[in-house]
């Protein structure tokens, strides 16, 4: 049975580690504020969901012409890679806040109206220092979780090491959202193509 977003209860999300590491670092550099972002990705023709990118939106209390911008500009990076906007992903700004804001049910609306479907995925901030459990989860209409799986070769203590060594450099305050870009001129880049996640 398919909830309100589309994604059957049973159906598992895979998460590439570098757009896992991503969703890290915009969370890192914004702890305690609302953060958004689209996740790119592919469903393969047997079904399987996998989420290789994404695109950091804002790290406030998103505005229309914010998402419809970051939005187009999603969907133009996904059409030159063969992927598409599959989801958005979010952390609420009080940490013990784990309900699903309505601009996020409005944004999952929104993507639904171009794919079957739309992955909504919540940070827990709460979980950003523990290693041995994901800080995402994919949600559900009814605040239950999807099954969510990292790929891309790396075992989760070896991405928790690798961004245990990024955090201890600082590089999250070198990350930019959308957000960022638009007050900044474009000094900073929302692609960060000078962070290395390896």
Known sequence: MLDEFGIGKAAVVNVDSKAYMQIYLHAAKYPSTNIVGFLLGQQKPNGEIIVEDILAICHSYPTASLLEIGALTAEKIGNSSSRKVLGVYYAN???????????????????RAYVDFCIVCQIRN????????????????????NKC??????????????????????????????????????????RNPTIELD
């Open 93 to 111: 700004e009080v940490l013990s806040d784990y309900q699903v804001p309505n601009y996020v049910v409005q944004i999952a609306s929104t993507v």
């Open 126 to 145: 709460d979980l950003l220092s523990k290693k041995d459990n994901l800080f995402i989860q994919i949600m559900n209409s009814n605040n239950m979780k």
């Open 149 to 190: 799986k990292i790929v891309g070769g790396k075992s989760l203590e070896e991405i928790n090491d690798v961004l245990d060594s990024l955090v201890y450099k600082g590089i999250q305050f070198k990350f930019a959202d959308f957000e960022d870009h638009m007050n900044d001129n474009g000094v900073s880049d929302f």
